[in-house]
């Protein structure tokens, strides 16, 4: 078994007391936010059962959240709409979405260790790594709060948009969402810098 705790462990024995880990989800979708979510846990703590959210059922993930709200000395989310994915592109607004959670009142990370390659000019010391929501448990962490989160947040969104399938891909393209954007148009809460095969506009 994978040690998810190896870059926790060795930032913690050079003294580092606040690591957060943070991820985002939602990149690929047509509509609605990416959501980050940065988790600090306190030294010591090993929840084995947390790994990447795209490898956990619905069930898990959301007993997961539960306790990873409780043992976390510190949790934050936040987010970029489709306004501002559209201004900044979704990379950025990926990052601006993670970095608004470093900078979240009450966070005061010493260290940052960031899924992905990039993470933007910032002094505060990072690690970005790959594939991170696998190999660290803070950012598996970060990754399970911000996927239920979004989620929920795009499964509320469909009670009042029902014709996209919201409810199930939660914005991702898939046939029943390209076929909504071809009947129905494009709400506020698509991305139009994204390729949405219509030019049609909803009047809600």
């Not at 943070?22 to 959501?35: F, K, T, Y």
């Not at 929840?47 to 959210?53: E, F, G, L, M, Q």
């Not at 709409?81 to 970095?99: F, G, R, T």
């Not at 199930?168 to 494009?186: C, D, R, S």
């Amino acid at each position: 078994m994978a040690d998810r705790l190896e870059f926790e462990k060795r930032l913690w024995d050079e003294g580092y007391q606040r690591v957060m880990g943070l991820d985002e989800v939602g990149r690929g979708c047509l509509s609605g936010p990416v959501v980050a979510a940065g988790v600090i846990f306190n030294e010591g703590t090993d929840i084995k059962a947390i790994r990447d959210s795209k490898t956990l059922s619905l069930e898990e993930r959301n007993e997961l959240c539960s306790i990873i709200k409780s043992e976390s000395a510190f949790w934050t989310i936040k987010w970029c709409d489709p306004e501002e994915i559209d201004e900044l592109n979704i990379l950025w607004a990926s990052i601006k979405a993670m970095q608004k959670c470093a900078e979240a009142d009450g966070a005061d990370p010493d260290y940052l260790l960031v899924d992905g390659n990039r993470f933007g000019s910032t002094i505060q010391p990072h690690t970005c790594i790959v594939g991170g929501d696998d190999r660290s448990m803070s950012i598996a962490a970060a990754s399970i709060i911000a996927k239920v989160y979004r989620d929920e947040w795009m499964m509320n969104l469909h009670e009042d948009y029902p014709d996209y399938g919201w409810d199930t891909n939660v914005g991702y393209p898939t046939q029943k969402h390209f076929q909504g954007l071809k009947e129905y148009g494009i709400t506020k809460y698509h991305r139009r810098s994204f390729k949405l095969r219509t030019e049609k506009e909803r009047e809600d």
